[in-house]
Structure formats: C-alpha cells, structure tokens
C-alpha cells in the first residue's frame, strides 16, 4: 500500500510555470506505475501524464504535450509534474495516483486503473 501527497500547487499567471511533486510512502516505490490527473470544476477527471515505474517511459494527454513534463525519483519516492506555458485552461484540481506494476515498464492512462490517489493540489492560472 501507498499513501501520497501532493505539494506545489497555487495561482500563476498565463504563460507562467509550476511544479507540482507527490510524495509516495513505502520502500516499493518503483514497483508502482505513477499518473497524473486533474479535474476541473464541473467537468470530469481527466488524464494528464504517467510514467512507468523505472520511469523509462512517459505519456501525456494531447493537451499538455510539449508544455508538461512527467519525471520521478525513485531514491525519494517521489514523481514531478513540471508545468510549463499554462493555460487558463489548465486551471484544475491536480491529483498524483499510482498504480502496482511489477514489470516497471508500463503506464497508464485510466482513471480506473489507478489503486491510490493522493488529495490533491489546487492550480489556478489566471488570464
């Protein structure tokens, strides 16, 4: 089992950058296929970004691809989500879930495939 908990969140202008981090407790980290997801108000829960678990591979939803960056440091039990070029648009809730995944070497892009969540963090860009 994992717990998580997501920091980095807060109020940035458009065009501007955050980094938001998920801090994953137990010695498996690696084990665990990592995401990020975000939901907006009144909208559903969306895929953001994943990265397998030997952090070798990465994927991204179309929207954030070439603004977002997915990383992770399985020395800290920790996974990034560097965000670049925001958008009002990317004003959502921010939620890091992992999912058990003893080949290291996939991703994930379902809501439903995750096993934990963390409580997430608040991303406001204004206009």
């Known amino acids: 089992q994992v717990q998580l908990v997501e920091s980095g969140g807060g109020l940035v202008q458009a065009g501007g950058s955050l980094r938001l981090s998920c801090a994953a407790s137990?010695?498996?980290?690696?084990?665990?296929?990592m995401g990020w997801f975000r939901q907006a108000p009144g909208k559903e829960r969306e895929f953001v970004a994943a990265?397998?678990?030997?952090?070798?591979?990465?994927y991204y939803a179309d929207s954030v691809k070439g603004r977002f960056t997915i990383s992770r440091d399985n020395t800290k039990n920790t996974v990034s989500l560097q965000m670049n070029s925001l958008k009002p648009e990317d004003t959502a809730d921010y939620y890091c879930?992992?999912?058990?995944?003893?080949?290291?070497?996939?991703?994930?892009?379902?809501?439903?495939?995750?096993?934990?969540w963390g409580q997430g963090t608040q991303v406001t860009v204004s206009s």
């Open positions: 990265i397998s678990g030997r952090a070798d591979i990465s």
């Open positions: 137990g010695r498996t980290f690696s084990m665990y296929a």
């Open positions: 879930a992992g999912k058990l995944d003893y080949s290291g070497q996939k991703y994930y892009t379902g809501r439903g495939q995750y096993d934990y």
